[in-house]
Structure formats: C-alpha cells, structure tokens
C-alpha cells in the first residue's frame, strides 16, 4: 500500500513537467532580455566613449591654438624679457654681496 501512495497519477506528473518547461521558457526569457539590455547598455557607452574623445580632441586642439594666439605669445615675450631683467640685475650686483666671516653662538 505504501508503494501506491507514493505513485502520482500520470496527468499529475504531466502537469509538473509542463510546469517546469514553462518556468524554463520563462527564465530563458528573462535572460534573453537581460542580455539585450546589457548589450544595449554596452552600446550607449561606447557611443558615450566616442563622443567624449572626440569633445576632448576639440579641447585639446583650442588649446593649441592658445598657444599660437598673439596674446599668448605676447604673455611668453614678456615672461622672457622679465627673466632676462632678472638675470641682469643678478649679473650687475653680483660683486656687492656682504660676506659674513663667522661668528660664534652664545
């Protein structure tokens, strides 16, 4: 008798196993729509990606042109005319230095 009670009834185990195809399907589904989307993701940021190299080659490129500019070459003559004062004037006190001949601490 005990072996009749664990036995399911045919359409029992044909229900179950209809079941489980269908909740397969299901997951099948959800991973098909998980992929789609990641590659989706994927798509938009390497289309992001693009852009921004392309947005940060157009600032470097105005940046060179800043260079070039006549302001900045005029902001570069005078940093250099400035040095070159500098230097002048390190040049014309260089023999007016006080040299200190020790002394000793207390």
Do not use: C, V, W
């Not at 798509?43 to 060179?64: G, I, P, V």
């Amino acid at each position: 008798m005990a072996d009749s009670s664990n036995k399911k009834n045919p359409l029992d185990i044909l229900e179950d196993i209809l079941d489980n195809a269908e909740a397969n399907k299901e997951e099948e589904e959800a991973a098909k729509e998980e992929a789609r989307i990641a590659a989706e993701m994927r798509l938009k940021e390497e289309e992001a990606r693009k852009k921004d190299m392309a947005l940060l080659e157009q600032e470097r490129a105005k940046m060179t042109d800043i260079e070039q500019s006549p302001q900045a070459q005029a902001r570069m003559f005078q940093m250099a005319e400035k040095n070159e004062q500098a230097q002048e004037r390190a040049d014309k006190s260089e023999g007016y230095q006080i040299k200190q001949l020790g002394h000793t601490k207390i």
